[in-house]
């Protein structure tokens, strides 16, 4: 139980196109989903907290306008990188909590985005 | 504030070797202790997990046991395999606060 998937699990974009990708919770509801983002041999980094049918939390430093984070249902969180730029090459990783799972966070596979 | 601090890789060993991977936190309250596992090009995977004093994790001849009079959460494993070869991350969870991660240790098993 308890399965977080992401799609796509790779992705190549031009610079200055919009890339979205897909968090969702297959087995239970997801009250928070974290989006987080991973430099190569480097730890996770929080970009932003989302819960549901709210505005999502960004962390300081992150640009809210470029990583727009939509959680419109409990098993669904989308991020869309607007304007990308190669700079925005990166490992995206999404997580997914629930009360009832006692706030334990289960991580999705990842998306690797790469920005030409 | 919260904080997770790791020992820094790789470690290198080989296999059917002990491994220790040393992890101390700073946090308030009583937080929650995990260990999560990332193979290459993969996201995270929960190895273990303890969420009080004394509790020990276990989970694939991984362990760690939860010391609060020395803030530690030691990942070790008896024997390790090629196959655990991976970035190993400690990471601690406050009330309802959010996850917080040590930078990683890398462990390369080689035959």
């Known amino acids: 139980g308890a399965v977080v998937s992401q799609h796509p699990s790779w992705v190549i974009c031009k610079s200055g196109t919009s890339v979205k990708i897909e968090c969702r919770s297959l087995d239970f509801q997801a009250t928070t989903m974290f989006w987080y983002r991973q430099f190569p041999k480097q730890s996770l980094m929080l970009m932003a907290t989302?819960?549901?049918?709210?505005?999502?939390?960004?962390e300081q430093g992150v640009e809210k306008d470029k990583f727009l984070i939509n959680h419109a249902s409990l098993t669904l969180s989308t991020l869309t990188v607007t304007s990308a730029h190669p700079e925005d090459s990166s490992f995206y990783i999404c997580?997914?909590?629930?009360?009832?799972?006692?706030?334990?966070?289960?991580f999705g596979p990842g998306t690797r985005l790469t920005v030409t | 504030g919260n904080s997770v601090t790791q020992m820094e890789g790789p470690v290198t060993l080989s296999e059917e070797a002990f491994l220790t991977i040393n992890c101390t936190y700073t946090?308030?309250?009583?937080?929650?202790l995990f260990w999560y596992v990332q193979y290459p090009g993969e996201g995270l995977q929960l190895l273990l997990k303890?969420?009080?004093?004394?509790d020990k994790g276990s989970n694939k001849g991984f362990e760690a046991t939860y010391r609060k009079e020395t803030t530690s959460f030691h990942l070790e494993k008896g024997s390790v395999q090629v196959s655990d070869s991976a970035v190993y991350f400690c990471a601690l969870l406050s009330g309802y606060s959010t996850l917080t991660f040590g930078k990683g240790t890398m462990l390369l098993v080689s035959p």
């Open positions: 946090a308030t309250g009583y937080p929650s």
């Open positions: 303890a969420t009080k004093a004394d």
């Open positions: 989302s819960n549901e049918g709210s505005k999502a939390t960004y």
């Open positions: 997580s997914a909590s629930s009360e009832s799972l006692w706030l334990e966070q289960y």
